[in-house]
């Protein structure tokens, strides 16, 4: 039977992982779905379907984020020192790109780490779980091949 799967949401065994691991089929890469709600919608956190919507996001590995697209708008207008009295007055803990970004990071397993000199504060993207050697090469491939005399880092 014909199930129409994405193959994101199909569990394999490392040697039917490698043989994917040729292709790029678009259904392997993660998925995302961003539902624009009204605002009445989003701040009682109840659609229609919404039961269904989630069952498949959830069957299909599809990270959901719920937002509206309205409130996002007069978000970007406000100055920055009014948008958490406006987030308040509505209930929400923080913006939906907030939350839209969130979930992407951790949906692809990904963080953060910042630099900090004198002139900037740099933010460095890295999949979960990479080692402070292989961070350090984000910034520079040499301090990658480095020993830095930190403990548990050797050449």
């Known amino acids: 039977m014909l199930e129409e799967k994405p193959l994101s949401s199909i569990s394999l065994n490392r040697e039917k992982e490698s043989l994917l691991d040729e292709y790029n089929f678009l259904t392997k890469k993660p998925f995302m779905a961003v539902l624009n709600l009204d605002e009445t919608q ?7 379907e919404k ?6 996001a959830t069957d299909n590995r599809v990270a959901l984020i719920e937002t509206c697209a309205q409130i996002e708008m007069e978000i970007s207008q406000l100055q920055p020192e009014e948008r958490a009295e406006f987030l308040k007055d509505l209930h ?3 913006s939906g790109t907030s939350r839209l970004a969130r979930a992407a990071y951790e949906h692809l397993g990904l963080i953060s780490f910042f630099t900090v000199g004198e002139d900037e504060v740099k933010a ?3 999949r979960k779980g990479t080692t402070a050697q292989k961070a350090a090469g984000k910034i520079h491939s040499d301090l990658e091949h480095c020993n830095l005399g930190l403990p548990g880092i050797a050449k």
Not at 42 to 48: D, K, Q
């Open 42 to 48: 989003l701040i009682a956190g109840n659609y229609p």
């Open 51 to 56: 039961e269904e919507v989630i069952s498949f």
């Open 124 to 126: 460095w993207t890295i």
């Open 92 to 94: 929400l803990q923080e």
